[in-house]
T-cell receptor, first 112, second 115 residues
C-alpha cells in the first residue's frame, strides 16, 4: 500500500531554534495536507499544497511541496512553546485509494 | 459553529463486551471518516463514507469491527466482541466533500480502554 514516511519521529529543540519535518512518499501525490495535533488533542488542519514546487507560508511556518510531488517539508522558524505537538502530513496518491494517507508524524518538544 | 461531535469521550470496558462509538459530523459535510490512533501504528483510516455510503473499508481490522451511517448526521463504529488490542483513541472526521483536497475536521476522539 501507499507509504507516507515522516522524519524525524521526534525532535527536542530549545525555544528559538528552528525545526523541520520531512514527509516522503513512495508514489506521486496529487496533493498534500499538513495537520497539527497538540498533546491530548485532535489533528487540526494547517494547510494544503497542490502544485509541484509550491511553497506556502503561515507566519513562522513554511511548507514546501517537492518538484516531483513525492515529498514535502514543514519548517518552523524560531520555535515557541506553543509549537509543541505532533505534525502530520497526509497525502493522496495520483491513482488508487481515494482517501488521504497520514504519515507517521513528527513529535516536537520545545524547551523554554 | 459546532464541530464534529464524538461520544463518549472515554470508555473503559472489559474484553468481550460490545463497544459503540458515535459521531455527528459537521452539518453540510458529505464525507465522514473513522480513524484509530495508537503509539505503535499511528493514525490509521478505518473506513470512510461519502453521502452516507461506505466507500472504502479496507482499513477495518477484522469482522469484529463494523460501521454504519444511517443518515447524514450520525455514524457509529461498533466493536463486538472487544479485545484489549482494540485499546486506542478513535477519531471521527468530516469534510465538505469526498474529494481529497478538502480539509478534514476531527472530533475530540474517544479514548477506548479494553481491560
Amino acid at each position: 500500500g501507499q507509504q507516507v514516511m515522516q522524519i524525524p519521529q521526534y525532535q527536542h529543540v530549545q525555544e528559538g531554534e528552528d525545526f523541520t519535518t520531512y514527509c516522503n512518499s513512495s508514489t506521486t501525490l496529487s496533493n498534500i495536507q499538513w495537520y497539527k495535533q497538540r498533546p491530548g488533542g485532535h489533528p487540526v488542519f494547517l494547510i494544503q499544497l497542490v502544485k509541484s514546487g509550491e511553497v506556502k507560508k503561515q507566519k513562522r511556518l513554511t511548507f514546501q511541496f517537492g518538484e516531483a510531488k513525492k515529498n514535502s517539508s514543514l519548517h518552523i522558524t524560531a520555535t515557541q512553546t506553543t509549537d509543541v505537538g505532533t505534525y502530520f502530513c497526509a497525502g493522496k496518491k495520483d491513482t488508487g485509494r481515494r482517501a488521504l494517507t497520514f504519515g507517521s508524524g513528527t513529535r516536537l518538544q520545545v524547551q523554554p | 459553529d459546532a464541530g464534529v461531535i464524538q461520544s463518549p469521550r472515554h470508555e473503559v470496558t472489559e474484553m468481550g463486551q460490545e463497544v459503540t462509538l458515535r459521531c455527528k459530523p459537521i452539518s453540510g459535510h458529505n464525507s465522514l471518516f473513522w480513524y484509530r490512533q495508537t503509539m505503535m501504528r499511528g493514525l490509521e483510516l478505518l473506513i470512510y463514507f461519502n453521502n452516507n455510503v461506505p466507500i472504502d473499508d479496507s482499513g477495518m481490522p477484522e469482522d469484529r469491527f463494523s460501521a454504519k451511517m444511517p443518515n447524514a448526521s450520525f455514524s457509529t463504529l461498533k466493536i463486538q466482541p472487544s479485545e484489549p488490542r482494540d485499546s486506542a483513541v478513535y477519531f471521527c472526521a468530516s469534510s465538505l466533500t469526498g474529494n481529497s483536497n478538502q480539509p478534514q475536521h476531527f472530533g475530540d476522539g474517544t479514548r477506548l480502554s479494553i481491560l
